[in-house]
T-cell receptor, first 113, second 116 residues
Framework: DSGVTQTPKHLITATGQRVTLRCSPR?????VYWYQQSLDQGLQFLIH???????AKGNILERFSAQQFPDLHSELNLSSLELGDSALYFC????????????FGEGSWLTVV | AQSVAQPEDQVNVAEGNPLTVKCTYS??????LFWYVQYPNRGLQFLLK??????LVKGSYGFEAEFNKSQTSFHLKKPSALVSDSALYFC??????????????FGGGTRLMVKP
């Protein structure tokens, strides 16, 4: 168990809809990362937050947004969903005591139909 | 920019034999290197990392990896493979001099199949 918790584990939704994925980082970790894993594009970095502030953006679509709250949990919002957004979305966290290691949650499986 | 290459989509090995999963990287500065494993329908589990120091690093489940700066490689090894090692393995790199963020860049993954 990495200590990173993601909900929901699975969700199925229709095209055009909006979903929110939630992540609780390991206790004390200030950094939260979001990654997308799809069959055709592998593991893609989406965004990094540190203590509530955006630190880096990767290949994140404009239809997607994220935030990190004062209690350090994070949410990834996906809107106007398309079939191609179907993927496994990972949250990960790191902190001062992790020695540069980033720990991943179990992921949220999103299926867009 | 940083990048990782895992040249083999799949590695097949017999149980009890040594295994190697290859990884090469490219960063502008000094690298932090990582290996993760993903079992079916599971998340990414951290195996081991190289930050600095000894080029041979040991990790979980008997795995080890050797950092080779001249060849920009970080191959994953295990002396004796188990059927339970069958999984998807990812190599990842972070440029320690990258002040834009701490994100990892992953290779495409290598599927390890260990046959009895």
């Amino acid at each position: 168990d990495s200590g990173v918790t993601q909900t929901p584990k699975h969700l199925i939704t229709a095209t055009g809809q909006r979903v929110t994925l939630r992540c609780s980082p390991r206790s004390g970790d200030l950094s939260v990362y979001w990654y997308q894993q799809s069959l055709d594009q592998g593991l893609q970095f989406l965004i990094h937050y540190y203590n509530g502030e955006e630190r880096a953006k990767g290949n994140i679509l404009e239809r997607f947004s994220a935030q990190q709250f004062p209690d350090l949990h994070s949410e990834l919002n996906l809107s106007s969903l398309e079939l191609g957004d179907s993927a496994l979305y990972f949250c990960a966290s790191s902190g001062r005591d992790s020695g540069n290691t980033i720990y991943f949650g179990e992921g949220s499986w999103l299926t867009v139909v | 920019a940083q990048s990782v290459a895992q040249p083999e989509d799949q590695v097949n090995v017999a149980e009890g034999n040594p295994l190697t999963v290859k990884c090469t990287y490219s960063v502008s500065g000094n690298p932090y290197l990582f290996w993760y494993v993903q079992y079916p329908n599971r998340g990414l589990q951290f195996l081991l990392k190289y930050i600095t120091g000894d080029n041979l690093v040991k990790g979980s489940y008997g795995f080890e990896a050797e950092f080779n700066k001249s060849q920009t490689s970080f191959h994953l090894k295990k002396p004796s493979a188990l059927v339970s090692d069958s999984a998807l393995y990812f190599c990842a790199v972070r440029d320690m001099n990258n002040n834009a963020g701490n994100m990892l860049t992953f290779g495409g993954g290598t599927r390890l199949m260990v046959k009895p």
